[in-house]
């Protein structure tokens, strides 16, 4: 993984998380939870400590993952009165993902969401990423080189 730039939130080193056949890195003063892990065995997120979060989901390869990243937006409509999306096409560490940036407001904040999905030999996966937007900001590049590190692993087995 590149450098993890530096910030006020963000001054860790970077540790490694490598379970379930799922491989990032990410800053070690940020927070694994695997309960969703635990319960289905494909999905793990980290935590920054302002709240922000990135998170992938592991499913079968068969799974259509711009689909399942229409999905992803139509649960986050569900939850949030008003919300803009745009739709996303990206290529990332020679990788092709598909999704949508999302705006909304939660809590009177202003918030950035990300959705990326993508097939890979071994599955479908969904990245999602949300933050307040001053925090986003913040950790847009550490979202980054977490993501950039899963997928150059990825590449790498």
Known sequence: MGTIPPS????????????LGIRFDYPDNWTIDEDEARATRNAVTVYAPG?????????PSEVDPAAEAATAVETMRADYD???VEPIEEQVE????????????????TNTAQIRAFNSPF???????QAED?????LELVFRAITV?????LRSV
């Open 51 to 59: 709240g922000a979060f990135w998170s992938v989901l592991v499913l």
């Open 134 to 138: 001053r925090e986003f900001q913040q």
């Open 123 to 129: 599955g479908t996966y969904m990245i999602l990423v």
């Open 82 to 84: 008003e919300i803009d």
């Open 8 to 19: 006020n939130t963000n001054r860790a080193m970077p540790a490694t998380y490598a379970k």
């Open 149 to 153: 590190s899963m997928l150059r692993h």
């Open 94 to 109: 020679g990788w092709d993902l598909a999704g949508f940036d999302l705006n909304f407001y939660c809590l009177d904040l």
